[in-house]
């Protein structure tokens, strides 16, 4: 007896990529570029250009032209990157988002390894959290990890289920699951702290996002979205750790971290 076929890759979860852009015409080519990379097949990507002066918008625009999967939303003004999270939050459809910092840039497995991690821990998790690589404002490696990434907890592995145990992504190989396994580590919701790496490194469940985020008053918040949603985020499921480089996280002038 015949069957249908059945499309296994469209059973995976879907991911938002949420680009917040402000004034970063300089960078934002390599971040969307990025996420053209990707390996893992559903995705789609929403820019929001908060209010640029520069030619920011019509250089999105120009990239994005003809990818139905990309969308870009142009805001009046400046509302910072958590109240344009706000702003757009109910245009985000993807069971998991991703908040890429419009200077960064992700490794082409990012998606597919967070994805894997979310689907093998032995308990759901809020968010994971990835290593990154800190690059100078040309895009050159200055470190190979991120300092405070994971202390000072004890790392406590094997973090994954056994690989016949668990659903897998098609584009990761025995391999790299076994790499994974030994790469994860879960953090418990009571656990209080900064223990992650990051903006660009972070996915989150958008079922978790959305008790934070909506509701809120839509006005300018002039603050990175991670030091508000991964404490939150935390506090609510929990989170888990990947010490693996899977993405770029660039230091330069006008980066906050960078002038702290």
């Known amino acids: 007896m015949n069957s249908a076929k059945i ?15 402000w004034n970063y015409a300089r960078y934002i080519s390599e971040a969307i ?17 908060n209010g640029s002066t520069d030619n920011s918008a019509s250089l999105v625009s120009g990239l994005i032209k003809g990818h139905p999967r990309f969308k870009l939303i142009q805001l009046n003004e400046n509302l910072g990157q958590l109240g344009a999270l706000i702003r757009i939050f109910d245009q985000i459809k993807g069971d998991f988002v991703v908040l890429l910092d419009a ?25 994971t959290s990835a290593n990154v690589v800190e690059v100078s404002a040309e895009g050159r490696a200055r470190t190979g990890g991120f300092q405070a990434f994971g202390a000072p907890l004890p790392w406590d592995a094997p973090g994954l289920v056994d690989a016949s145990r668990a659903i897998r992504i098609p584009t990761i190989s025995e391999e790299q699951y076994s790499s994974l396994t030994n790469q994860v580590s879960s953090i418990a919701p009571w656990h209080v702290g ?43 499921g929990g989170s888990a750790l990947i010490d693996q480089p899977l993405s770029f996280y660039r230091l330069h002038d006008a980066n906050y971290f960078a002038l702290r």
């Not at 499309?7 to 852009?21: K, Y």
């Not at 200077?103 to 689907?119: C, E, G, K, Y």
């Open 103 to 127: 200077d960064d840039i992700l490794s082409p497995t990012f998606v597919s390894r967070h994805i894997q991690v979310h689907l093998a821990l032995p308990k759901a998790v809020a968010f």
């Open 194 to 236: 900064w223990f992650w790496s990051p903006g660009s490194a972070n996915m989150y469940r958008r079922s978790i996002l959305s008790i934070i985020c909506k509701g809120q008053p839509q006005r300018p918040y002039m603050r990175a979205s991670d030091a508000y949603v991964n404490p939150f985020c935390q506090a609510l």
């Open 33 to 49: 570029g990025s996420v053209f990379s990707q390996d893992y097949e559903n995705i789609d990507c929403i820019v929001v250009d």
């Open 7 to 21: 499309d296994w890759n469209a059973r995976l979860p879907s991911v938002t990529i949420v680009i917040i852009n």
